[in-house]
């Protein structure tokens, strides 16, 4: 089926290290999507793509970094892990900026 | 700048019951506007969305939402509730206002669906 795949599903990390999760659609679409879910606060978002070789901040990008050298993957990395990262994370895209906002499965990912 | 507020963080209903999850918004432009569920320990599953069409947009699984400007609303109806209903549901707003197509969530409501 096709759609976006996340990678961890989930990982525990020590603080001070350095993650990368992986994201990769096979829809083709323009734009992607970092956002974190946590309790109470719905879902913010981390850094976006609008298409391939530009990237943006969300309301929360401070200790997250994103590229986007393709159209189909669009990694997140956390330069130096901390407790209030953790969080359950979620990549999403759609065809172009504005249009229905697909998401994947989700990562979760618990620095201690 | 856009914003979307729930009203009520946890609504219970009984099975068959009719279920009404509130969303309010807030937009300088003509909004598009968006409900999503999530399952358990899943991802965001999109309901149904308005783009400024009919007013009563149909979804899946028997969920409806009326956009009313008068009112900054978009609740979310179904006439009867079921067990598999039970989940967590966002209401978000597309944030026109600037070129990013990032949605705006808000803070998410928890429907229990009691036997």
């Known amino acids: 089926i096709a759609g976006i795949t996340q990678a961890p599903t989930s990982q525990i990390l020590a603080a001070g290290r350095r993650m990368t999760l992986r994201c990769t659609q096979d829809?083709?679409?323009?734009?992607m999507y970092w956002y974190r879910q946590d309790l109470g606060l719905g879902l913010r978002l981390i850094h976006y793509s609008n298409t391939a070789g530009t990237t943006g901040k969300g309301e929360v990008p401070d200790g997250y970094s994103v590229s986007r050298a393709n159209t189909d993957d669009f990694p997140l990395t956390l330069a130096s892990a901390v407790p209030s990262q953790t969080s359950v994370y979620f990549c999403?895209?759609?065809?172009?900026?504005?249009?229905?906002?697909?998401f994947g499965e989700g990562s979760w990912l618990t620095v201690v | 700048a856009q914003s979307v507020t729930q009203l009520g963080s946890h609504v219970s209903v009984s099975e068959g019951a009719l279920v009404l999850l509130r969303c309010n918004y807030s937009s300088s432009v003509p909004p598009y506007l968006f409900w999503y569920v999530q399952y358990p320990n899943q991802g965001l599953q999109l309901l149904l969305k308005?783009?400024?069409?009919?007013?009563l947009v149909k979804g899946i699984n028997g969920f409806e939402a009326e956009f009313k400007k008068s009112e900054t609303s978009f609740h979310l109806t179904k006439p009867s509730a079921h067990m598999s209903d039970a989940a967590e549901y966002f209401c978000?707003?597309?944030?026109?206002?600037?070129?990013?197509?990032?949605?705006?969530f808000g803070q998410g409501t928890t429907l229990q669906v009691k036997p």
């Open positions: 999403a895209s759609s065809e172009v900026p504005g249009n229905t906002i697909y």
């Open positions: 308005y783009t400024s069409a009919a007013t």
């Open positions: 829809m083709r679409h323009n734009a």
């Open positions: 978000a707003v597309s944030d026109r206002s600037s070129n990013t197509g990032k949605l705006i």
